[in-house]
């Protein structure tokens, strides 16, 4: 390569926490606003393009891939919400979604039919979301919902990247923008039964959702009330609607207790009345169900802990007494209950058992006593998929069921609880595409770094064809925090891997939550390396099994899976080829001591606090990627990354590559496809956590990330072509 990496001028900074001083000199990368630092940023791209321009011809491959198997002009699966269904267009060649809707007839349940580029009679935009982009360089819906009477549509539109939307409203009746728009604001908006009032959130500084206020239709924003604001930077606030939409419940909280408020809306001036506080230490959800709360909560009464959460029903006038509270669902070490919805006739759950998300029904009449019926589960034929309950209007006669696996296109599900049956509403279809093809293992690899007894389970996705010769790429995937799950989901993008003859590995690590909630809570606070050491044990198990090179192993995940390849790029850098860090929190402990940040009192419950805390202190001084940087050889590595980024801040992957190329060994002189190691940083001058936006350049990012993976492991050749298969 003759291309030179850009050089940040070095200007060190100390600050001193604990009796230790922390030297930051990069830490003048933080600010947006020098046109140095945007200088520096945009030589970053330079030279990205510059030493990866070898790959364009594999990026426009891969992307052509993804695109053929894409239906561009498509629809999805008409709701009811009232006396209107509503769906979504694509149309081929635009980058966002059309939203529209046809009146219901005769009262009916069954969605209308809907054809390709067909408009149905009757039928309605609401929202083009290519219209409404045309002048601006991002944009992003954060919600839309429409007023009772159907006349009226509010939405938010993020402009920038930054999540902070703009609320607006449109008469539907005429197609003319009210007066009504409000600024920076955060997700969540709400009609009330009139449909004169909104419900909106606001967020503080730190963007944290913290204010719920009332806008009334054609006053000025100016007097809007103030329902609620939340003083504790822990606490982050939602809102919601009841399933008869008669119910506003304001949830406060964070990762380890909650607070839920309610409002009822058919009484004027109704107060906001506390449900159930954060003194109760616990989190819970609360469903109202006519006169009584259905209550997901993982606290018994007598103050036993019950991580895997129980449910249970109460009358609304009795919540207090924790003697009323009737289960409904018991408490079990191996499934998780993860909340509850209702129709007028039946009660739903959707739960995780054996790492996969399932769902659980039941009829409302009797829950909660001796004459609760016996609960029925829809069952399916793969062992790994996702079967989880999608918005669901309270009088439908069905409950509507998103399905899908690593191999099987997303499908939509109408379940008749009656008959216990299931009509296929829609299967997104998959040019070209032949799941017989592809297999799906789980594979199960000792944590040999921590407990041999602890067992991590790994999703295996390779083309049936792969031999076992021990000579297959293969790449890793991880996350591993915030009780996340990766759970099954087919993606088309994974193709352009897969018939390649990569191996694609997810590392199921602790600090997710595919096993329930224990095994979130050892891989957080003073646990978090046992996600580190979980991933790295999954790579030498998978080095290990016969079937990959251990040369051929690359390294992905994002956000705080960024911060899960920086910490194991420094613990075992031999173990990788290449790694992709999206949005890397690779800085985690200097974000997390600085309080004015965003999210950060939030992040708090999930890291611990190393302010206060000595100890979190030490141990995140001891993980984080930035500070423990190696002069050791890393393999080739990629950190992708936005300005406008709000959750993990740009300055971070920016001041992570420059350490990793000051202190690394690795070759940096020779290119990617001749065997070297570049370390490349590429930054979205225009978009968010996401990305860009829109979803052909949401194809191009995914293209340009495997690209690189590819070129590193040699394997930018179709084995595997479908239509031969």
């Known amino acids: 390569m003759t291309s030179t990496p850009p050089k940040a001028q070095r200007k060190p900074v100390t600050a001193r926490y604990h009796g230790v001083d922390l030297v930051d000199e990069w830490d003048w990368l933080k600010d ?56 979504t267009r694509t149309e081929e060649g635009a980058q966002y979604a059309v939203h529209c809707r046809v009146p219901v007839e005769n009262d009916s349940w069954e969605p209308p039919q809907i054809q390709r580029g067909v408009a149905l009679e009757g039928e309605q935009v609401i929202l083009d979301g290519n219209v409404e982009a045309q002048k601006v360089a991002f944009f992003s819906l954060g919600g839309l919902t429409v007023s009772p009477d159907g006349n009226l549509l509010a939405y938010l539109v993020d402009e920038t ?39 909106y959130m606001e967020p503080d500084d730190a963007w944290r959702p913290y204010r719920l206020r009332s806008h009334r239709l054609g006053t000025d924003v100016s007097v809007d009330a103030v329902i609620y604001q939340e003083d504790d930077p822990q606490m982050w606030g939602g809102l919601g609607l009841s399933p008869d939409k008669t119910k506003l419940l304001l949830e406060l909280g964070n990762s380890e207790v909650t607070e839920t408020h309610i409002l009822d809306l058919t009484q004027i001036a ?11 230490h616990s989190l819970h959800d609360v469903l109202p169900v006519g006169d009584q709360y259905l209550i997901t909560h993982n606290r018994a009464a007598d103050g036993t802990h019950l991580p895997n959460n129980q449910v249970s029903i109460v009358d609304a006038d009795k919540v207090a007494d924790r003697s009323a509270w009737r289960t409904v669902f018991e408490h079990s070490q191996t499934v998780k209950l993860d909340g509850v919805g209702v129709t007028r006739q039946y009660l739903f759950a959707a739960v995780r058992s054996e790492t996969t998300p399932r769902m659980w029904v039941l009829p409302l009449e009797g829950i909660g006593t001796q004459h609760q019926a016996d609960v029925v589960e829809p069952a399916f034929a793969e062992e790994l998929y996702s079967a989880t309950p999608i918005g669901q209007h309270i009088d439908s006669p069905y409950i509507r069921l998103g399905y899908t696996s690593w191999i099987t296109p997303s499908q939509v599900l109408d379940y008749d609880p009656a008959t216990n ?10 040019p070209g595409y032949d799941p017989s093809q592809y297999l799906v293992e789980r594979w199960w690899a000792p944590a040999e770094s921590t407990d041999r007894n602890i067992a991590i389970p790994l ?75 979980d991933f790295i044990d999954a790579t030498r198990f998978v080095a290990a099994s016969g079937w990959v090179h251990p040369d051929k192993i690359g390294a992905m995940g994002g956000s705080a899976g960024g911060l899960l390849m920086g910490a194991v790029l420094n613990m075992a850098p031999e173990l990788y080829r290449v790694c992709v860090a999206q949005v890397p929190f690779v800085d985690a402990l200097t974000s997390i001591l600085n309080p004015d940040l965003p999210l950060t009192a939030l992040e708090w419950e999930e890291w611990g606090n190393p302010i206060e805390d000595k100890q979190v202190f030490e141990y995140m001084l001891n993980y984080t990627p930035y500070h423990n940087v190696e002069p050791t050889k890393y393999p080739a590595i990629a950190a992708v990354t936005s300005l406008h980024d709000t959750r993990v801040l740009y300055v971070e992957p920016a001041k992570w590559v420059q350490k990793l190329r000051a202190k690394g060994t690795s070759d940096q002189d020779t290119s990617l496809a001749e065997g070297g190691s570049p370390i490349v940083l590429k930054t979205e001058m225009e978009g968010g956590h996401g990305g860009a936006s829109g979803r052909y350049r949401a194809w191009e990012d995914r293209a340009w990330d495997f690209a690189f993976i590819l070129t590193a492991l040699n394997a930018q050749q179709r084995v595997f072509n479908q239509e031969n298969s």
């Open 270 to 280: 109704a107060p906001l009345e506390m449900v159930i506080s954060r003194e109760d």
């Open 32 to 87: 947006p606003e020098d046109p140095a630092v945007i200088a520096h940023l945009e030589a970053e791209n330079a030279y990205t393009e510059a030493v990866t321009a070898d790959q364009q011809q594999l990026r426009e491959a891969i992307f052509g891939e993804i695109k053929a198997h894409t239906v561009e002009t498509d629809m999805s699966v008409p709701s009811r919400i009232d006396d209107w269904w509503y769906f």
């Open 161 to 199: 990247g930054d999540e902070r939307f703009t609320l607006r409203v449109r008469d539907l009746r005429n197609g003319e923008q009210l007066p009504d728009e409000i600024s920076g604001l955060a997700y969540g908006i709400a009609f009330d039964p009139s449909g004169t009032r909104l419900f």
């Open 421 to 430: 049956s299931s009509k296929l509403r829609r299967q997104t279809e998959v």
């Open 459 to 533: 999703t295996v996705i390779r083309h049936k064809d792969v031999e076992w010769n021990g000579d297959n790429p293969a790449l890793i995937y991880g996350y591993g925090s915030y009780e996340v799950s990766m759970d099954p989901g087919f993606g088309p993008a994974r193709l352009s891997l897969l018939d390649r003859g990569v191996l694609y590995v997810v590392a199921h690590v602790r600090g997710g939550g595919e096993l329930g909630r224990a095994w979130y809570e050892n891989g957080k606070k003073l646990a978090k390396k046992n996600s580190f050491t």
